[in-house]
């Protein structure tokens, strides 16, 4: 089944957030002027619903992410805990899965990839179903995210020595139509691949 966090999870960020305990050290540098993130200062709270899936049911949970702000330039950043990706309501956990389960098996299409044991999660509230095209858009989303951490580490020889291993990752022919939907397959699953690696580069840049 693919992974989803879980309330539990989010609710003990949701108390770190509430104790103050949330700091801007795990952030990159300022894009703007390089200043050193443990310079940043708390700028606002947003509140943000996150959606996970329990047994089929796709529940909504509320939780707070800090912003905050350089002193130096004024740019802003989002702190985002590990089940959050930016622009997204799903958890981390389950894009990453679903997107997984869709570029790893040969047989699954866009519509299988939506299914756990056949059935499809649905809203709590309003039984609207997981859709296939969410799942086609989560693809593209970390085949993004490969593109932006690529750059992040482009001089680290080690990041090409990552690329060359998992170069062999294959794409059906019948999984995309274009050469450009074939690298943005390839490109999904070796972020995926690559997600602990590439960890501490998955800043508020991407944002």
């Not at 940043?40 to 996150?50: G, M, S």
């Not at 997984?100 to 309003?126: G, L």
């Not at 274009?178 to 590439?198: D, E, M, N, P, Q």
Request: charged share 25%; glycine share 2%; proline share 4%.
């Amino acid at each position: 089944m693919p992974q989803s966090e879980t309330i539990e999870e989010i609710k003990t960020y949701q108390a770190k957030v509430e104790n103050n305990k949330i700091t801007p050290e795990a952030l990159s540098s300022c894009v703007r002027c390089n200043l050193e993130s443990k310079f940043f200062r708390i700028h606002a709270y947003r509140e943000r619903r996150f959606l996970i899936i329990v047994e089929l049911l796709i529940q909504a949970v509320m939780c707070t992410l800090v912003r905050f702000r350089c002193p130096d330039c004024g740019k802003t950043f989002t702190y985002y805990p590990d089940f959050a990706i930016p622009r997204k309501h799903y958890t981390r956990q389950a894009v990453e899965s679903f997107s997984m389960s869709y570029v790893e098996d040969d047989q699954k299409t866009y519509k299988k990839a939506a299914a756990i044991d056949e059935a499809v999660p649905e809203r709590q509230d309003s039984s609207q179903a997981l859709s296939p095209s969410t799942i086609h858009r989560w693809v593209s989303t970390l085949a993004g995210f490969f593109i932006a951490c690529q750059k992040e580490v482009a001089k680290k020889k080690f990041s090409q020595r990552f690329c060359f291993r998992h170069s062999r990752l294959t794409i059906p022919g019948k999984k995309y139509r274009t050469v450009k939907r074939r690298a943005c397959l390839l490109r999904c699953g070796l972020f995926i691949k690559a997600v602990s690696f590439y960890k501490h580069q998955f800043s508020p840049s991407l944002e």
